[in-house]
């Protein structure tokens, strides 16, 4: 496709950890090329590449370096606008832009939970995706608000969906060892992370606790039912760059075995996006498996992996999982959001 073909597109919090992966997954896109960006006061007015802290492997896409970063009140000649906003102002200034006629493509939690705003892993509930249709700002200017899920919520509920779709769940129990690029850049000191755990992230517990049960809840009469089982979860900080690892032990409502339930692991639908991987969820029968170094860029960073199913002498079984944090759990997944937008034509 020709460059001038693509969908052009905005950043907003262009700087930060999410914002660095949106624009190096964006440099070579099919559908989408970034034309402008955009981060805090202090940020705006200048280029891009002597303004951000670049932490991708890749180079600054040569579309972007020299783009001047503007304010998050600006107009945008884009009409999709990826956010990877600090979550203290995100909420704000995604619903400035959604009043205004935007598509907001956001990772932050502020309006994940809101009544019309769905919350979305395209493979799981696209169907929440109606949701879009009332909110206010679509019906009056064709701007909305859509969202991406935590990053820990995705590895858990991506594991999950197919379990609790066959066999039902009641209980879910999950540890988490969460990456260091989870708490953005800089994050954490590293005087405070290296050679340590650090077993308390602010916010966490509570999003990993009530975000799945609005992704599995069933979409009708215009609202979405919260699914019905508990979660327990307690997060702690590892001393790893990249990928949320978990231990994960559940109760299903219907009884079934070890195969049975390997066996639904592999029922995901591909969606054929341009973002969306082969394998939505693999499975590996290996104690040693999934690890953050071996399995963080499986499909490109988008296939969560498990590994392990055993019985659990509390629940009745447990697993490991793991999901890359900045790209399954953030920049990719709100880039699989847009593509299912265009696809599907919510965009007006
Ligand atoms: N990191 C992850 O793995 C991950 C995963 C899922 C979701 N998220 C969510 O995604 C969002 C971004 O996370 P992050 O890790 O990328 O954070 P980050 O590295 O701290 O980046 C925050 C961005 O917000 C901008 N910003 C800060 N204050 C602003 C203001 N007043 N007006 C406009 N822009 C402002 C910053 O721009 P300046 O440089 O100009 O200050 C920066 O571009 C958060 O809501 C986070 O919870 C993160």
């Known amino acids: 496709m020709n460059l001038s073909n693509k969908i052009k597109t905005g950043v907003l919090g262009c700087t930060g950890a999410v914002g660095q992966k949106l624009i190096s997954l964006l440099g070579n896109h099919p559908l989408f090329e970034v034309t402008e960006v955009a981060a805090s006061d202090i940020s705006a007015g200048i280029k891009y590449s002597e ?20 304010k998050c009140s600006d107009e945008f000649d884009s009409k999709i606008l990826f956010s990877g906003l600090d979550s203290n102002v995100a909420g704000e200034i995604e619903e400035f832009y959604a009043n205004k006629g935007y598509a907001v493509v956001s990772n932050s939690k502020n309006h994940r939970m809101s009544a019309d705003v769905p919350l979305i892993i395209p493979e799981v509930n696209h169907s929440h995706f109606e949701l879009i249709h009332k909110q206010q700002t679509y019906k ?11 990053c820990s919520t995705v590895v858990l509920a991506v594991t999950l969906y197919p379990v609790y779709k066959k066999f039902g769940l009641k209980k879910v129990m999950v540890t988490t060892m969460q990456a260091v690029s989870g708490a953005g850049y800089p994050g954490i000191p590293s005087m405070d992370i290296l050679g340590n755990v650090v077993p308390y992230i602010k916010d966490e517990e509570d999003k ?16 979405v039912k919260f699914a019905d089982f508990i979660i327990s979860a307690s997060c702690n900080r590892v001393p790893v760059r990249d990928g949320h690892t978990m231990s994960v032990s559940f109760e299903t409502e219907k009884k079934a075995s070890k195969n049975e339930i390997i066996k639904s692991f592999g029922e995901y639908e591909n969606l ?9 969820l693999r499975y590996f029968d290996n104690p040693f498996r999934p690890q953050p170094l ?29 999901g890359h944090n900045t790209i399954r759990g953030a920049a990719g997944a709100a880039i699989l959001n847009a593509e299912y937008l265009v696809k599907n034509k919510f965009l007006k």
């Open 140 to 150: 009056k200017s064709g701007g909305f608000i859509v969202t991406n899920p935590n």
């Open 272 to 280: 054929g996006l341009p973002s969306s991987p082969e394998v939505v």
């Open 51 to 70: 303004r951000v802290n670049w932490k991708e492997s890749s180079d600054i896409p040569k579309s972007v370096k020299d783009l001047t970063i503007k």
């Open 208 to 223: 990993i606790e009530t975000e799945p049960l609005k992704i599995f809840g069933t979409f009708s009469g215009g609202a």
């Open 294 to 322: 071996l399995d963080g860029m499986t499909g490109n960073g988008m296939t969560v992996s498990a590994g392990n199913l055993r019985e659990c002498n509390i629940l009745d079984w447990k697993i490991n999982a793991f």
